[in-house]
């Protein structure tokens, strides 16, 4: 670079590396015989932890209620994907114990995605559990 302009011209690789069919400066993955790995199958991306799940869910509910999600009350791995259950509060109340409560039931898939969604419950913080 001189006085702040960027040099036009080709880019220059590192010394050995040879330019990838498509021009970027990949090298091309050989397996121990040499054979380019290019044809074969790639490695399926792990499973969804569950972690993850719930603060994808988190997002998804917050996102298509506008609520902030209090916490996750449940959480289930399911053979597509998983289930879990997110609490947020739909009404704000003085004293606190009278909140509006609601869970919602979320379905994401393997990758995090949205499946399904539905409020399954609403209640007030200071009800007792039965």
């Known amino acids: ?54 603060r994808s869910a988190a997002r998804h509910v917050q996102g298509l209620t506008g609520r902030t999600p209090e916490g996750v009350t449940s959480l289930e791995r399911t053979e597509d994907g998983w289930t879990i259950g997110i609490e947020v509060v739909e009404t704000h109340r003085i004293p606190d114990s009278t909140d509006l409560l609601a869970e919602y039931q979320v379905e994401l898939d393997d990758r995090g995605e949205l499946v399904s969604y539905r409020r399954t419950e609403r209640y007030y913080r200071g009800r007792a559990e039965t």
């Open 1 to 54: 670079m001189r006085n702040g302009r960027a040099r036009n011209g080709p880019a220059r690789s590192a010394p050995g590396a040879s330019m990838s069919p498509s021009g970027t400066g990949a090298r091309a993955s050989r397996n121990g015989s040499g054979a380019s790995r290019a044809g074969a199958p790639r490695a399926r991306r792990p499973a969804l932890v569950a972690r993850d799940a719930a």
